[in-house]
């Protein structure tokens, strides 16, 4: 989280910052991630390199309507997603719909 906040709190006045929370099954875990610890910059942090389109599931229902919320260890406000990394992208169907980001 570390570099998360860093790059937060770079975030310009005008902008509202945006944390995701990726949280992969403990037993199913993921087969279309890559764990590049090996090449991080930050040996505290856990960096995952997902494919092209890979397929999540935001956990919270209308996460553009809440309120951005002031978070004490980020210590600036800010957006938080939590998202499910879906196990193995083979178990989306092709045609799934995608979600407009901007």
């Known amino acids: 989280m570390k570099v998360a906040i860093s790059f937060v709190q770079r975030v310009p006045d005008h902008l509202l910052p945006v944390v995701f929370v990726f949280h992969i099954d403990p037993v199913r875990k993921c ?3 890559l764990l590049i610890k090996s090449v991080s910059g930050c040996d505290e942090e856990s960096e995952f390199l997902f494919v092209p389109y890979s397929a999540f599931t935001v956990r919270q229902n209308g996460i553009h309507k809440e309120r951005p919320r002031k978070r004490q260890r980020l210590g600036v406000e800010h957006w ?14 092709e045609d799934v719909d995608l979600v407009d980001w901007h």
């Open 31 to 33: 087969h279309h991630a």
């Open 80 to 93: 938080t997603v939590h998202v499910d990394v879906v196990p193995d992208n083979l178990d989306v169907a």
